[in-house]
Nanobody, 127 residues
């Protein structure tokens, strides 16, 4: 059964950078075959889709709130999806989750079809 694990969160000051990782278990699971997304949820707010990377290619989606600051990438050799976060702001604070949609109809972002979620990693940006 596929499991996802995020890592790399922590405290950071405004303007700083963090790189989050999303690793699949079992380790041989081909994450690059499936639409993978990064989501976040700030305290008291709804979950927000931040970035996605497509399953059949490297097409990406970025939310307007992170364009030019965040980037998603994938290492197919070790089946890890990364979220590089630069120029962090206090409003970026939240729990960051990765999710994979195992349904082939989800080509870019997970669509709630057959989703698997990680447990999340907390990012706290202080001013």
């Amino acid at each position: 059964q596929l499991q996802l694990a995020e890592s790399g969160g922590g405290p950071v000051q405004t303007g700083g950078s963090l790189m989050l990782s999303c690793a699949a278990s079992p380790s041989g699971f081909p994450l690059d075959h499936y639409a993978t997304g990064w989501f976040r949820q700030a305290p008291g707010k709804e979950r927000e889709r931040v970035l996605c990377i497509g399953g059949s290619d490297d097409s990406t989606f970025s939310a307007d709130s992170v364009k030019g600051r965040f980037a998603v990438s994938r290492n197919s050799a070790n089946n890890i999806v990364y979220l590089q976060m630069n120029s962090l702001r206090p409003e970026d604070t939240g729990v960051y989750y990765c999710a994979v949609d195992l349904d082939a109809r989800a080509t870019l972002c997970p669509r709630g079809l057959i989703e698997v979620w990680g447990q999340g990693t907390l990012v706290t940006v202080s001013s």
